[in-house]
């Protein structure tokens, strides 16, 4: 897919940039190029200092020193609006759109003419859409799209406004695999076309695939820029983490470890229904196993999650039954679910998962006294530090300092805290929503460990992802869901992964 850049001159130019917060150095001194019509990867771990680097590009970060040259001349980037200005657009990882807005609004949002005809402006926005294959209604809000679509309207308007450069962060992570085509094909469209791309992801294939140019990034600083051919998977975690992550990532096919064997059944699912998004699915849930629940996204994996942990409800009439034990529950909020042991550990940190602008501490209280033992008794500053301390120190939550706020923390970091979050609350039954998406592979694994720890201590756990060899490393059992209801079971020790995307499309 790739081919060789159009020009060895730098469209664009960072040189010894840095950025300290509250002089702590989250990026020291680096230089980074891009030359046009190429697609320039940077990788690292969380924390390692690649957002901050883009998020300087963006304008929604401004660096304590260094200098940014665009077309051979310095430019100061102060603002989004700047960026723009210069042609650079930025595609986040979790989507930066107006909820109340239609797909066609946020398309336009901040470009609109003078005189606006809303009739042509969907017009224009179903074109854009269909050129890029994007199964997306210009007219739904957008508050009523999944993360995925949401990814694409992201993409689609960072297309529309023609940029020079496109940042983007992980664009694939919630992407099924024939829209992750279609995205490349896309990228490479526009590689074609002169458009110069820097590509953030934490799937290490996807960059060897796409990418004409590799950075490397560790603790804040720049390790290393080479050619893609330069490099394979073993040596771009070796350079990443400074240590051979292969064997300890995924390295564990499923029929060849010790499957868990299944205590007492925790969760009985009969019937469940919710209007033509779950349709009559039924499965059940044992201690001491992770159940590993795989699905294309619109299949209804993260909709029946969420019913039995009581964030959305099922029909009232004909949906079906829920059993906790032996017990039946219709649970109407969260705070029930969490009180009988049932936790949600959901997808969307950030629209879901914490207060970014509270500490640590803050946050982890907040999930303690939502726990089923809480007397919902203030805490002391002291106590709250406390349990920072057990738990980010449990978890390996890197953070700059002893009061940083979780907007300040990497995506990796922010997501271990949502997971203490969700531990705090002593569950016995814990339910992984796409746990380590936009997770570098440090922390992937230090999550997996986690994982398992918990089915061996006795929970009953659900890791729900879109991701192949994640199922097939940490399930006891596999179901497969399809159209809203699971359609099989499927050993692990029978599991490929052409069986399981094949009882997924089939």
């Not at 695999?177 to 490349?184: A, M, V």
Request: aromatic letters at 6%; glycine letters at 8%; a positive charge.
């Amino acid at each position: 897919m790739t081919v060789p850049p159009r020009s060895e001159t730098p469209l664009l130019t960072m040189r010894n940039v840095t950025k300290e917060y509250r002089g702590v150095a989250a990026l020291k001194d680096i230089d980074f190029d891009l030359r046009r019509g190429e697609v320039h990867a940077i990788l690292g771990e969380n924390g390692a200092g690649k957002s901050t680097l883009v998020k300087i590009l963006s304008g929604a970060v401004t660096p304590s020193n260094g200098e940014i040259g665009l077309d051979g001349r310095r430019i100061h980037i102060a603002t989004p609006a700047d960026a723009r200005r210069y042609g650079i657009a930025m595609v986040y990882q979790e989507t930066n759109l107006v909820p109340a807005l239609t797909v066609a609004q946020n398309l336009y949002l901040g470009d609109e003419k003078f005189f606006n005809r809303l009739r042509g402006t969907y017009i224009e926005a179903q074109q854009l859409l269909q050129s890029l294959n994007f199964p997306v209604e210009p007219t739904a809000l957008v508050q009523s799209l999944g993360t995925a679509k949401r990814q694409m309207v992201e993409i689609a308007r960072a297309v529309r406004l023609e940029a020079k450069i496109i940042i983007f962060d992980e664009p694939t992570a919630t992407l099924t695999p024939e829209e992750k085509h279609h995205l490349f094909a896309l990228i490479d469209r526009l590689r074609s076309e002169g458009v110069s791309i820097i590509f953030i992801s934490h799937a290490v294939e996807e960059a060897l695939e796409i990418s004409d140019r590799i950075t490397i990034l560790r603790d804040g600083t720049r390790v290393v820029t080479d050619g893609a051919k330069a490099f394979s998977r073993e040596t771009i975690i070796r350079h990443m983490v400074g240590r051979t992550l292969t064997n300890e990532l995924y390295g564990r096919a499923a029929n060849t470890r010790k499957v868990r064997r299944p205590g007492e059944k925790v969760l009985s699912v009969q019937n469940l229904s919710m209007q033509n998004i779950v349709r009559n699915t039924s499965f059940s849930i044992f201690a001491g196993q992770v159940t590993g629940i795989f699905g294309l996204v619109g299949s209804g994996r993260t909709e029946t999650a969420k019913i039995v942990a009581g964030v959305i409800k099922r029909d009232l009439f004909h949906g079906g039954d829920v059993r906790l034990g032996s017990v039946a529950v219709r649970y109407r909020s969260p705070r029930k679910a969490v009180g009988d042991g049932v936790v949600y550990v959901t997808e969307d940190r950030k629209g879901d998962g914490f207060f970014e602008t509270m500490s640590i501490a803050e946050n982890l209280y907040i999930g303690q006294i939502s726990s089923r033992e809480s007397r919902g008794m203030l805490a002391s500053v002291s106590q709250m530090r406390a349990l920072a301390a057990v738990w980010t120190k449990k978890l390996n939550v890197r953070t700059l300092n002893d009061d940083a706020r979780v907007i300040e923390l990497s995506g990796g970091n922010q997501q271990k805290l949502v997971i203490a979050k969700a531990l705090v609350q002593k569950p016995r039954l814990v339910i992984f929503d796409e746990p380590t998406r936009g997770v570098d592979v440090g922390s992937i694994a230090e999550i997996h460990h986690l994982i398992g720890l918990l089915a061996d201590e006795g929970l009953a756990v659900i890791v729900i992802s879109s991701y192949l060899p994640e199922i097939l490393s940490l399930s006891d059992r596999i179901l497969v869901s399809r159209q809203g209801r699971i359609v099989e079971e499927i050993s692990p020790s029978e599991a490929t992964s052409e069986s399981v995307m094949f009882a997924a499309v089939h």
